[in-house]
């Protein structure tokens, strides 16, 4: 079955630094998707960025970016020069082709609470 | 171009009674997904839906939750006799007709008194 690790309840970063929020992923399907979403104190899902698993380079969105390992089936999330509006959950999810085809489930982390101190 | 909406954005229902959860999927979009995330978890799938059919409801619990997307009109999540163990965020998101790509509403905040 498929499944998504993160194994960080919560992480703090000092402003302006970067900071790497860890997933790991387990599927045994060769074709496959990671997300990452920000979900703020207002409870809204914000994509922040999506990797591939066939795309050959990591994935970048601005100060986001993704270090995807294959052979480690781990897609951490790399945010630089953290800004305090960063403060907020932080769900990896990835990708679950419907049973009946042409549609996608998603399957999500518990989450990592992100705080920026100033 | 409207996104996904939501309504209500917070709903307080006594137990027992019937809660109505509405989804408007951003316009092209003729698929629906329905997420429920319980506190301090991630979002877990309940059901998928096109237009008048349940594609794939197996995240929905068996009893009391019912889910429909008539041809005219929002998605409707339908959670009967509700109890307390209900009170969550439930989410909705829609694709368009490929299925590939999603857009969240921003969420109704049930809570069961």
């Known amino acids: 079955a498929q499944k998504i690790t993160q194994t960080q309840p919560g992480m703090f970063v000092q402003e302006k630094e970067a900071v790497t929020l860890d997933c790991t992923y387990d599927?045994?399907?060769?074709?496959?998707?990671l997300f990452w979403y920000k979900q703020p104190s207002s409870g809204e899902m914000i994509f922040l960025i999506y990797?591939?698993?066939?795309?050959?380079q990591n994935a970048t969105e601005g100060r986001y970016s993704l270090n995807f390992q294959k052979a480690r089936k781990s897609a951490n999330l790399v945010i630089s020069a953290s800004q305090l509006g960063d403060s907020a959950m932080y769900f990896c999810?990835?990708?679950?082709?419907?049973?009946?085809?042409?549609?996608?489930?998603?399957?999500f982390g518990a989450g990592t609470r992100l705080a920026v101190h100033p | 171009n409207a996104g996904v909406m939501q309504n209500p954005r917070h709903l307080v229902r006594r137990r027992g009674q019937e809660a109505r959860l509405r989804c408007s999927p951003m316009k092209g979009h003729s698929h629906v997904y329905w997420y429920r995330q319980l506190p301090e978890e991630g979002l877990k799938f309940m059901v998928y839906l096109q237009k008048e059919n349940i594609i794939d409801e197996s995240g929905m619990p068996k009893e009391r939750f019912s889910a429909e997307f008539p041809k005219e009109g929002p998605s409707i999540l339908r959670i009967q006799q509700v109890v307390r163990g209900d009170s969550a965020a439930y989410f909705c998101?829609?694709?368009?007709?490929?299925?590939?790509?999603?857009?969240f509403g921003s969420g109704t905040r049930l809570t069961v008194v």
């Open positions: 998101a829609s694709s368009p007709p490929t299925g590939v790509g999603y857009t």
């Open positions: 999810a990835m990708r679950e082709l419907g049973q009946a085809g042409g549609y996608n489930k998603l399957i």
């Open positions: 990797q591939g698993s066939y795309d050959q």
């Open positions: 599927t045994s399907d060769p074709s496959y998707g």
